[in-house]
């Protein structure tokens, strides 16, 4: 009988874990225990037996980290693991009505390029192919993007094949991919060739329920396959609590979500699998999946008036002005600038996070404030440098309680070189995969009512069309407009030309008006991004007032300005040292 056909009238209970348990049994403090299928195969084969004694219905083969990488070996060394793997299941299978899955693990990156482990892949698929294998069990990955490719090779080998599809999420309910965990089925239901898919590894049970409860599940096969719990370290060793009652009484609450395939992961041993079908009544009969109320309270949620985003997609003409956050707690003058620009009419206010890797007011908070004691629209920059990703997923959350709703996301500046001794940079994550964990957070706050968001880009380069497929990615990951760096010069200009014409994505043209001789000099030479021609500098002198010298300043931005405007889809007006004057006499010009 295939799985499809056995998961319409029965639950599918699976083994536990095979890594940790193998630990357990050896007293060896590792979970890599598939090289055991060459040199230790009576351990594998008793595990295996123990499992279906248990009660298990589908035992997986002791293949999941078999590959070159993992095992740090050759091709002929994963095939000889992944032969005997397979056969001392089949053996142990054989006779006792149980299913055999054969375990696939994503293959560790590291350096290599897809095309290259895709091969791999499909050598691991073909020689379990040529065993005779038919279930497929892709267990641990991070996203849709092997796996697809891989069913489609399965399928196309044999279009009797079964295959299912696993993915670790955190706590948090997203993958190491930053991709959650609803965005995670949505895209796993459009694969063809999964019989199921769902969830295994990377947490415990009581989280995963918290996970799989947050769905909006249809009436399909979902995979449960958590941990038993969080480890210990005892004497440098890795311990699982014994938890098995635990473990069961909390799987029966997710099977009660009408869940049809459940098993256990690390940590887990024959005891908890037992221990969850001693619980089990009615004979694996499956419950339907169950709808939850505050799904549809979700959607019913108003949407938020998005003026600047609006104005922006309609093709209007859009100008946006940066504030810098204080160094200190005084507000007052920055408060001062955001009334007097809203006099101006400007379309939205960003607040820079910490340029120049400087400490300054949270440009979240900064940016709640203006909002609500002026009603414009505001765009905190939010970096990558000085927040993890639980921290960045906080603070966007705390903006949307705010009702922020644009957010510019960048890379950040790295530490000065001289406080790195004292301050690290985090880094967790780049612009792109920022804006990707958005993506995914628009997923859990609905999609009427998202984050709209944009990047940062540099046009001060030689050539062009090297910077053109990072655009790309950043529109793929959903961004929908992009903040120029200062634009001083022709080429800067012409890149920008160039640009649009290629990528259909809106543009606001940076223009950062300069205040004096060393102000330009020191932009020119010290702030990375930024290129300022000859001609430009050379018309301030040392001897300039500062009124003259802003007056030359402004001059210069209008000059740019106009410019811009015949190319771009908006300016976007950095405030010199909080020089908020300056910029209004600019947008005064420029209309």
């Known amino acids: 009988m295939h ?7 029965n639950i599918l209970v699976v083994d536990g874990a095979m890594g940790t348990y193998y630990a357990m049994k050896t007293a060896e403090d590792t979970t890599l225990a598939e090289k055991a299928n060459l040199h230790n195969p009576h351990i594998i084969e008793e595990i295996h037996q123990e499992y279906i004694a248990a009660g298990a219905k589908l035992i997986r083969t002791n293949t999941f980290s078999a590959n070159t990488v993992s095992l740090n ?9 992944l032969r005997e793997g397979y056969r001392i299941a089949e053996q142990c299978a054989t006779g006792h009505g149980i299913f055999v899955g054969a375990s696939i693990g ?3 990156e590291k350096e290599r390029d897809m095309d290259a482990l895709v091969v791999e892949y499909k050598m691991i698929i073909d020689t379990l192919l040529e065993l005779g294998n038919e279930l497929f069990m892709f267990e641990t990955f991070s996203s849709i993007k092997y796996i697809k490719i891989l069913a489609d090779y399965i399928m196309g080998k044999n279009k009797e094949a079964e295959i299912m599809a696993q993915f670790s999420v955190n706590a948090f309910g997203y993958s190491k991919e930053g991709i959650s965990a609803r965005r995670l089925i949505k895209d796993a239901r459009q694969v063809p ?17 918290k ?11 979902i995979i449960a396959i958590p941990n038993a719990g969080y480890p210990d370290k005892i004497f440098e060793r890795t311990v699982y609590r014994d938890n098995a009652k635990y473990f069961a009484e909390s799987m029966m609450d997710i099977r009660q979500l009408g869940i049809k395939i459940l098993g256990g992961c690390c940590g887990t041993t024959p005891k908890h699998i037992v221990s969850f079908i001693n619980q089990l009544h009615e004979d694996y009969r499956p419950v339907s999946i169950k709808k939850h109320k505050h799904i549809v309270e979700i959607k019913k949620k108003t949407k938020k008036n998005n003026a600047f985003f609006n104005k922006l997609s309609k093709g209007e003409f859009v100008v946006a002005v940066e504030l810098d956050p204080p160094f200190n707690s005084q507000v007052n003058r920055i408060m001062e600038g955001a009334h007097q620009l809203k006099a101006e009419d400007i379309d939205i206010i960003t607040i820079a996070d910490s340029p ?3 400490p300054r007011a949270d440009s979240v908070i900064i940016a709640s404030r203006i909002h609500r004691e002026t009603g414009i629209d505001v765009m905190p920059h939010i970096c990558c440098r000085d927040k993890n990703v639980i921290g960045l997923k906080s603070t966007l959350l705390g903006a949307h309680i705010e009702n922020i709703r644009n957010v510019l996301l960048v890379t950040g500046d790295p530490i000065p070189s001289e406080e790195r001794s004292e301050t690290t940079s985090v880094f967790n994550l780049h612009s792109i995969k920022l804006m990707a964990l958005v993506n995914e957070l628009n997923e859990a706050l609905g999609a009427e009512d998202p984050f709209v968001y944009g990047g940062a880009l540099n046009l001060n380069v030689k050539d062009v069309q090297r910077i053109i497929p990072r655009i790309k990615k950043k529109q793929a990951s959903g961004a929908r407009y992009l903040l120029t760096q200062p634009i001083y010069d022709e080429k800067a200009l012409d890149n920008l030309r160039i640009i649009k014409e290629q990528v259909d994505i809106k543009i606001l043209g940076g223009i950062l008006p300069l205040v004096s001789y060393k102000n330009a000099r020191f932009l020119n030479n010290e702030i990375a991004g930024i290129e300022i021609p000859e001609c430009i500098c050379s018309k301030f002198t040392k001897d300039m007032s500062r009124e003259e010298a802003q007056d030359v300043g402004i001059e210069i931005a209008m000059a740019m300005a106009r410019k811009i405007k015949a190319v771009a889809d908006g300016l976007y007006m950095m405030t010199p040292f909080n020089r908020f004057e300056m910029v209004s006499r600019i947008i005064e010009g420029v209309k």
């Open 356 to 358: 120049l890797s400087r």
């Open 73 to 81: 070996c050759d091709e002929a060394m994963v095939r000889a693991v």
């Open 211 to 221: 996970v799989i409860k947050s769905l909006a599940l249809e009436d399909e096969n």
């Open 3 to 9: 799985i499809k056909e056995y998961l319409k009238h």
């Open 193 to 209: 060739g999964l019989v199921a898919y769902g969830f295994n590894c990377g947490i415990g049970v009581g989280h995963l329920y």
């Open 106 to 108: 994503p293959i560790p």
